[in-house]
């Protein structure tokens, strides 16, 4: 018996237990999961289905919205499409490939199958092993850079894709489009969070 | 301010022609416009007028599908260029095609380039400091390359009357090596700029760190508007706040009634009267059509952007000069300066964490050249010296990428401003040096069949040395600072990352050593004038638009005076 039984096993059990409708709920939700709720133009569906998971573990919804709220994994699939050359592609392609692959070898099916427990396993060995960011001026990297790696790329590409969404950027954050003025030194409460732009 | 005067075809000729339409060009063409002279400006580009031509002006990020995003196709026209980090999206279309536009690295060597009406102007960083003695008595002391026909003295008035019409913002603070302009109000320094400053000023006398001079208003100016804060300059400005031809001199020089200007105009070479002994046009290609057009001036103002303005020179050829017009010196090419880039130090500062700002200004700070002063110490390791540019700013979102973590909670405290952090970065001086060249290449041709460039220059062991002082004064003011986690950084970027390009066609007092004269005449052919970044003798550490502009009005007034003596 493969994890993913055993976890319907385990919630029909416990779905017999608590009563019907809990049961029902349980398995909608189990479906919606396998169900890609949106259609990929680049990556195929099991590279969608990976890219929705990365995008609800790495940012899941709270008070304020998900990363799935915002379609940051509908946009990153966009933008694999229409940013990115052929080598480009092919990259990220054989990188959610090998994602995956990690994922069975290591907890014995693809990331999206994974328990909570064993994503945050997974993010957190690649957190370690992943190289950081050199620091920016300008938007450009200051000393030498070593590539990321494909998680840490990715990761960034999420933050991208969900802090420059309409919703976060105007409603969410603090959104002033025309400041008029600039103002040096003023409380942080006067404005709250972060500035969008 | 519509409807600019593009009919040039009605007439062949014109008093005046300017070849090139930014920062430099539009000065000429207001300042010999407002002369009443019937000027001639050739732009190789396409026409973008104020306002009307900027698309991105007002997009936020989402209301773009790539959010900023290039498309290939895109980032295919920019394979030289691009390596600049500054093209995306929002500003692409003011950026040259680097595929019609060929150009050869012999030594690697970056060249941004902007092919539109306002060219440069509409891109460009917009620090403008004048330059003092320190640097027009520079090579005469120190030996290299030639001494400027000029001092500072000379420029003065220049000076200040370009930045009356531009609108420069500043603090005067009467440092003998960066002058004092005539200045609207500052911009703010922000919390930890202030902190930082006091600190630094305190333990380094001699050292000063102030907000940047900037060709931003900071107050409303001849119907332009003062600065939004919005920090999106790079798309043309709404407001017409910061200085672009487009929005300041070229509507000058339309409202007198006496301006034409050309588009898709690529000037092929300047013309030379063998009998009367000075230009008598200029022959362009029309760049959709390929006709083959020459119009004739009394006077020609090139001001098509360092390098460019040297390639139509040195393809100006005719018997009396045979290896480009006034090349009797053999200098036409060389001396190629820039200001190395992207060295310096950056750090965390401690506290603060209840202070924010308003505002995105599109400006930092400041720290002036106080290595080598004329009455200072001076180093044994290298002549000339530095400033540093930079800033304080707090962490934003983008800060998540690096962070060991994951989830809900992660997500939301992203929502909140992170850590202060402050940068210093250098621009050393550069020395003019002969092996440092361009040349025509015949082998590479243009789109149009022209040939293009070949680029031969790299950093010398001055330039390096500075380079070296430079990192280890950022880190050490940093260290005394008492800023945490200081990083140090020194990109050794090639020639062509400042974007700075100056030299190839210097001024000098002996035709025997350098190409144009005290007002920016070709010695040889006195009808001539370059005025733009070809033109510099030497090329300083402080930013070089501000000195195009105070050269080209100069030159445009002398000239004026020549023709209503009948001297050229």
Known sequence: ????????????????????????????????????????????????????????????????????????????????????????????????????????????????????????????????????????????????????????GLKSMVLWAYFSSEEVGKNILSYDPIPGDYLGCIPLSDVGNTWSL | MANFNIDADKSLTYDAIVIGSGISGGWAAKELCEAGLKTLVLERGRIVEHVVDYPTMNLDPWEHELRGGLTPEQAARHPKGGRSGFIGAFNEHFHANDVENPYTEVKPFMWVRAHQMGGRSLLWGKQTYRWSDLDFEANAKDGHG???????????????????????????????????????????????????????????????????????????????????????????????????????????????????????????????????????????????????????????????????????????????????????????????????????????????????YKGRRPNGIYIPRYVNLKDGPQSDNFVRGWGFQGGGYRHGWGAGSNQEDFGGEFKDGLMKPGPWEFFITGFAECLPSHENKVYLNKDVLDKWGQPTLSIDAEWGPNELALNKQIRIDAKEMLERAGLKDIHDFDNEHEMGYGIHEMGTARMGGDPKTSVLNATNQVHTCKNVFVTDGACMTSSSCVNPSLTYMALTARAANHAVSELKKMNL
């Open chain 1, 1 to 152: 018996m493969n994890r993913r039984d055993a976890l319907k096993k385990s919630a029909l059990a416990l779905g017999a237990a608590a009563g019907a409708p809990t049961l029902l709920s349980l398995l909608q939700a189990c479906a919606k999961q396998d169900r890609l709720t949106w259609t990929p133009i680049f990556l195929n569906e099991d590279q969608a289905r990976f890219m929705t998971a990365f995008v609800d573990f790495l940012l899941p919804k709270t008070e304020t919205p998900g990363g799935l709220d915002v379609k940051a994994d509908v946009f990153i699939d966009l933008m694999y499409a229409k940013t990115y050359d052929e080598a480009g592609q092919k990259y990220v392609v054989s990188e959610i490939e090998k994602f995956n692959t990690d994922c069975k070898e290591k907890y014995g099916n693809v990331f999206a199958e994974l328990s909570v427990e064993d994503k945050a396993a997974c993010f957190k060995d690649h957190e370690s092993n992943s190289p950081k960011y050199a620091p920016k001026v300008w938007g450009t990297a200051v000393g030498p850079q070593e590539p990321v790696g494909f998680y840490r």
């Open chain 2, 146 to 356: 030639v001494d400027w026909p000029i001092r500072y003295k000379d420029l003065e008035p220049w000076y200040t009357h370009v930045e009356k019409f531009a609108g420069i913002s500043g603090e005067a603070i009467g440092l003998p090596q960066l002058p004092d302009s005539h200045f609207l109000p500052p911009m703010e320094l922000n919390c930890v700029e202030k902190h930082v400053k006091e600190r630094i000023e305190k333990d380094f006398p001699g050292r000063n760190l102030i907000i940047g001079r900037v060709a931003h208003l900071t107050e409303p100016l001849n119907g332009r508007g003062k600065c939004q804060f919005r920090n999106r300059c790079d798309r043309g400005c709404p407001y017409g706040a910061y200085f672009s031809s487009n929005a300041v001199t070229l509507p000058a020089a339309n409202a007198t009634g006496n301006l034409t200007i050309r588009p898709f105009s690529i000037v092929q070479s300047i013309v030379y009267d063998e009998e009367k002994g000075k230009a008598s046009g200029v022959r362009i290609i029309d760049a959709e059509t390929g006709e083959d057009i020459v119009y004739k001036a009394k006077i020609v103002f090139v001001n098509a952007s360092t390098l460019s303005t040297t390639q139509i020179l040195l393809n100006s050829t005719s018997n009396r000069f045979p290896n480009g017009l006034g090349n009797d010196s053999g200098e036409l090419g060389h001396n190629l300066m820039d200001h190395t880039y992207r060295i310096g130090a950056m750090g965390t500062v401690e506290g603060f964490e209840d202070k924010y």
